[in-house]
């Protein structure tokens, strides 16, 4: 150690394995949508932009996704479904240890209720199809906290 040194040994091995350890799981987007051709193009638009995602065709499976798959960070989910639709889905998700869970809303059917309600429910948006891909990427990228 040198007199100019400001770490003893022993405080640099101890940064040293600090700085070396793996980083947090990169946060998942849960793609809900009983369309799967709607969630495989999602999917990859998200993936070109090395986001990680992982799909849903129900509201009930992305529900037992959300209990079991920590690493998800942000939802986008459709409203029309079968039986737990998009609204339900987020009233469960509010309702639930994961009640800040940011959710976005794809729609390519939905009204003006609709709307009111998904953003008395927190949503981060509400998007109609088709998608506009740039504002969807910038709004995921904001919520997972990447560098746009």
Do not use: Y
């Given at each position: ?33 009983d369309?799967?051709?709607a ?10 932009d090395g ?30 479904m ?67």
């Amino acid at each position: 150690m040198s007199d100019h040194d400001i770490l003893s040994d022993a405080e640099r091995e101890a940064l040293s394995a600090v700085m070396l350890e793996p980083d947090l799981p990169p946060q998942r987007v849960l793609i809900v949508d009983d369309d799967k051709d709607a969630r495989e193009l999602l999917s990859e638009i998200l993936a070109l932009d090395g986001i990680r995602c992982m799909t849903a065709a129900s509201g009930e499976t992305a529900l037992k996704m959300l209990d079991e798959k920590p690493s998800i960070g942000l939802v986008i989910t459709d409203l029309r479904m079968g039986n737990v639709d998009g609204l339900e889905l987020i009233r469960q998700v509010r309702e639930s240890v994961r009640a800040a869970m940011p959710i976005i809303i794809v729609s390519g059917d939905a009204d003006v209720k609709d709307a009111i309600e998904a953003m008395h429910l927190s949503v981060v948006d509400f998007l109609l199809k088709p998608i506009d891909t740039v504002k969807l990427l910038g709004l995921v990228k904001h919520e997972l906290g990447i560098e746009p």
